[in-house]
């Protein structure tokens, strides 16, 4: 069905089903995005356009996502949540979440499935201040597209296997590893070019 999609209606598909994933549908954005940058690998899409129309597409659904919460708070979803999967249960853990974790919750919670559906809604039916949402939104977004459709460029040929160690490390997990990995070597190249002006 997605790898249909796709191949039919190609970056528009992916634009759509990400952006309402991160409006609060629950729709697989993370596959749509693995299935859109495996078809990149196979020279049917760019992979460039593939990350900036998954990135942008999660920046704006997640922005509107946040004023539709603003405007009519968590009555919303008691009232209609039900009929999209989001019960009162996950309701509330995800509501606990954010309140301990807001930021870092708007960020990771792209990398999970629940949140990634839900953090820009409560986000802003909890009055994060709008410039603080928008920073992390964006941030987590560009990252999320970059990771997910780099893994899936990669490993393009092996998606159910990749799929099954994403599914047991979870996404945050693997996002908070190649983070780390990035932030060593960008450490690492920062004491390399510190030792060589100190040479001269």
Do not use: C
């Not at 940058?37 to 460039?48: D, E, N, R």
């Not at 249960?89 to 792209?110: N, S």
């Not at 629940?114 to 990252?143: D, E, I, T």
């Amino acid at each position: 069905m997605i790898q249909q999609l796709i191949s039919h209606y190609g970056l528009l598909a992916i634009a759509s089903l990400i952006f309402l994933e991160s409006l609060g549908l629950p729709l697989p954005g993370e596959t749509v995005l693995l299935f859109a940058a495996a078809a990149a690998a196979q020279h049917l899409l760019p992979i460039g356009a593939v990350v900036t129309v998954a990135a942008l597409a999660a920046i704006f659904g997640g922005v509107l996502g946040y004023g539709i919460g603003r405007r009519y708070g968590l009555g919303l979803l008691a009232r209609y949540g039900g009929r999209v999967g989001v019960t009162p249960v996950r309701l509330e853990q995800a509501q606990e979440f954010l309140k301990h974790h807001g930021p870092k919750t708007v960020f990771f919670g792209r990398f999970v499935a629940l949140l990634r559906v839900l953090a820009s809604f409560l986000a802003g039916a909890g009055h994060m201040p709008y410039a603080q949402f928008l920073r992390y939104n964006a941030l987590g977004s560009v990252v999320w597209a970059v990771l997910i459709g780099g893994l899936g460029f990669v490993f393009g040929g092996q998606l159910p296997l990749l799929e099954i160690w994403l599914g047991r490390l979870g996404w945050g997990t693997v996002a908070t590893l190649v983070l780390a990995g990035l932030v060593a070597a960008g450490w690492a190249r920062w004491q390399r070019d510190g030792h060589a002006r100190a040479g001269h």
